[in-house]
């Protein structure tokens, strides 16, 4: 079994920022990609951004600039840095991530989910 365990989230003015980490801890033999996502009342769920052990990023368009994701491979911890925040960032994200469980068995984890809110 695997546990994704979210911190950081917290209440920011417009234009402030926030560090929010993810930590993998449990069974696994391999963990990757490594993801974070958001999710508001009403609308599906959006991607955010991702990252490779490699060090390779995708983000979603709306943050491209804003965000920055990154890892710690030792750790098994990845984290995303939120500059420039806007109350439309308001959401609770999200972490993902693939990881190996055996040897041939893989399976997407989530974590609980942290809730981010940016006034105005």
């Known amino acids: 079994q695997v546990q994704l365990v979210e911190s950081g989230g917290g209440l920011v003015q417009a234009g402030g920022s926030l560090r929010l980490s993810c930590a993998a801890s449990?069974?696994?033999?391999?963990?990757?990609?490594m993801a974070w996502y958001r999710q508001t009342p009403g609308k599906q769920r959006e991607f955010v951004a991702s990252?490779?052990?490699?060090?390779?990023?995708n983000y979603g368009d709306s943050v491209k600039v804003r965000f920055t994701i990154s890892i710690d491979n030792a750790k098994n911890t990845w984290y995303l840095q939120m500059n420039s925040l806007k109350p439309e960032d308001t959401a609770v994200y999200y972490c993902?991530?693939?990881?190996?469980?055996?040897?041939?068995?893989?399976?997407?984890?989530w974590g609980q989910g942290t809730q981010v809110t940016v006034s105005a």
């Open positions: 993902n991530a693939r990881a190996q469980i055996g040897a041939i068995t893989f399976k997407d984890y």
């Open positions: 449990g069974s696994f033999f391999r963990i990757e990609p």
């Open positions: 990252i490779s052990r490699g060090g390779s990023t």
